[in-house]
């Protein structure tokens, strides 16, 4: 979320290090493209949600790691009191400051992250019950039976550890940890080429001031931000079932929701503060397996934390139901954030306001990103285009009529790929004919194009011999030709007759017989010329030989007479 406008940029998912990922590794999307969750085979489960302000972290590891672990999160003792401890030990005055001091004590260098470079794995080995050493890669899932005994997968005798269930994952959610690598999720993988420079341009963070006190800006007061935290945790559809889980606290994450609005000045992310008594309520009550039910002979979760738990609390626009969102009459989405009585808004294409550019130098300009809101992820979520002529330095628009549908990939609530079946203009020259530019409208749909977002013009070019300003009007380079609509450099030969060749010097749009080729057949036609020359003088003369010899013959026969 750090590489556009605030509140307009789109949610990337990075792999830092070029390593494979570790085996148990699983990154999944939701639904609306605004959660994203990642599980470690350790029991580590990390879920970014993301909103129009920023990213909200949940980390949740396991029971292992208390008392064992410090760091941004602060130190893992069931102590909040010293969370903010800076990396040399000292605790840091937080009182309503904004703790940069306290980050920076913990920043790495480039390279020495874990997400950078993995150490080398080792097979730790402890010592069990009996004496003998146990492999602590060894899990499974263990219940205590009627009898007293245990049922479960793998050997479930005393030593053995049990299996944290996995993370927050729903059903719906997709798997794409396949498919994330140092580029995000490249193009390659979803149909398109991947840029070589495809990578994050890190942007400078919204600014707040050093302090912050009570009352803010516009009035608000602690206890009215107080009670505006608790009430929303309050009206939450799960809270009455958490609040009957022992070691559950409904109102964790009511100090830090607080300080959002403290930093803020607004009360727009206080439904994080639901999203996080949710993550503590599912952790406290998978730990505690007596809580589990039993489903046909296999034990299973609390049905409560799949029935109420939906992305997003439905926004607000709807009502969960087993787990899925019921939207309210005019709202669609996996989490009812989409506004089905208007189109999609587009805001940027390929990172850039108004008119765009692809350069099919860089990519084959099959696959389009689009940066916007009110995107829906589903099969009727289009792209629609139109191929259009500049005349008087304007564009000239068709019909929507004549608008071509497109397949659209769902990157995110944010973004969007459009992609293109074929390219529109080409790089490499064949024996039809080419284009070297193009200029198209471009238009998304939520509903296979009933209702069209505004149209954005996009102008993919070969930029070899095309020079496009950034309104997409394009002029023919110095020194290159535009032969069949394919561009050729100064100097090219034509692929299949070598003593053709660009010379833009004699025409910029046809091929030109090479100079040497042109001297070559001059001095052969003169050549053949000269040749043709001497044999007729050579022919005449013994002609004219012939004719004379033939003479005399005749003149000295009459002498003889």
């Known amino acids: 979320m750090c590489d556009g406008e605030q509140g307009r940029a789109a949610p990337k998912v990075i792999k830092l290090s070029e390593q494979n990922f570790t085996e148990g590794v699983i990154i999944t999307r939701d639904e609306s493209g605004k959660s994203f969750n990642v599980e470690m085979p350790s029991g580590s489960n990390l879920h970014v949600s993301t909103f129009d302000y920023g990213l909200n972290f949940i980390l949740s590891v396991p029971s292992d790691d208390i008392g064992h672990t410090v760091g941004l999160c602060g130190v893992f003792d069931e102590d909040r009191s010293n969370d903010y401890t800076k990396e040399n030990g000292v605790l840091f005055d937080y009182d309503g400051r904004r703790p940069d001091e306290f980050s920076a004590s913990w920043m790495l260098e480039s390279g020495q992250s874990l997400f950078e470079n993995l150490p080398e794995q080792v097979e730790v080995e402890e010592e069990g019950v009996d004496g003998n050493t146990t492999n602590t890669n060894v899990h499974c899932e263990c219940l205590q039976t009627n ?20 993370g927050r994952r729903n059903d719906g959610d997709e798997d794409i940890s396949h498919i994330v690598s140092t580029q995000g999720i490249p193009r390659v993988a979803i149909g398109g080429e991947a840029l ?30 107080t009670n505006q935290c608790q009430t929303t945790v309050l009206n939450a559809p799960i809270t009455e079932y958490c609040q009957a889980i022992p070691g559950v606290d409904v109102f964790i994450g009511v100090d830090g929701c607080v300080e959002d609005v403290r930093l803020t000045d607004s009360y727009d992310l206080v439904s994080l503060v639901v999203s996080e008594m949710e993550a503590h309520c599912e952790a406290v ?19 409560f934390l799949r029935e109420y738990i939906c992305p997003q609390q439905c926004s607000n626009r709807g009502e969960c139901v087993q787990g899925v969102c019921q939207c309210e009459q005019g709202f669609g989405g996996a989490d009812c954030s989409v506004d089905l009585t208007r189109p999609p808004s587009v805001w940027t294409v390929e990172g850039t306001e108004g008119h765009a550019l692809c350069d099919i130098r860089e990519t084959t300009c099959q696959s389009i990103s689009v940066v916007g809101e009110n995107f829906r992820n589903c099969e009727r979520l289009k792209c629609h285009y139109e191929v259009v002529e500049e005349m008087d330095n304007a564009w000239l628009l068709e019909d929507q009529s004549n608008l071509t549908p497109v397949d659209a990939f769902f990157m995110s609530y944010r973004e969007i790929y459009c992609l293109f079946p074929e390219t529109i203009a080409e790089r490499n020259p064949g024996n039809m004919e080419g284009v070297s530019k193009a200029t198209m409208r471009v238009h998304v749909s939520n509903d296979g194009g009933e209702t069209l977002s505004e149209g954005f013009v996009l102008t993919i070019h070969d930029s070899r011999c095309q020079h496009c300003d950034i309104n997409g009007y394009c002029q023919l380079k110095e020194n290159t030709c535009e032969i069949n609509g394919y561009c050729h450099l100064s100097g090219d030969y ?18 030109s017989m ?4 042109s001297s070559s057949t001059g001095m052969t036609v003169g050549l053949t010329i000269g040749c043709v020359i001497i044999v007729a003088i050579v022919a ?14 005749k003149i000295a026969n009459l002498d003889k007479d």
Not at 196 to 225: C, F, K, V, Y
């Open 147 to 166: 009898d007293g005994g245990h049922s479960g997968n793998g050997d479930c005798s005393v030593g053995v550890k049990a299996q944290r269930p996995r």
């Open 196 to 225: 070589p420079d495809d990578n994050m341009q890190m942007r400078d963070r919204r600014s707040l001031s050093e302090t912050h006190t009570w009352p803010t800006p516009s009035g608000i007061m602690q206890e009215m931000a």
């Open 285 to 303: 009550t998978l730990r505690n397996v007596s809580l589990y039910n039993n489903d046909n002979g296999s034990y299973v979760p609390p049905s």
């Open 494 to 511: 034509h692929p299949n007759d070598s003593l053709l060749q660009c010379l833009p010097y004699k025409d910029k749009y046809n091929w």
């Open 514 to 517: 090479r100079d040497e080729a």
């Open 540 to 553: 005449g003369t013994v002609i004219a030989f012939w004719f004379h010899k033939k003479s005399t013959s």
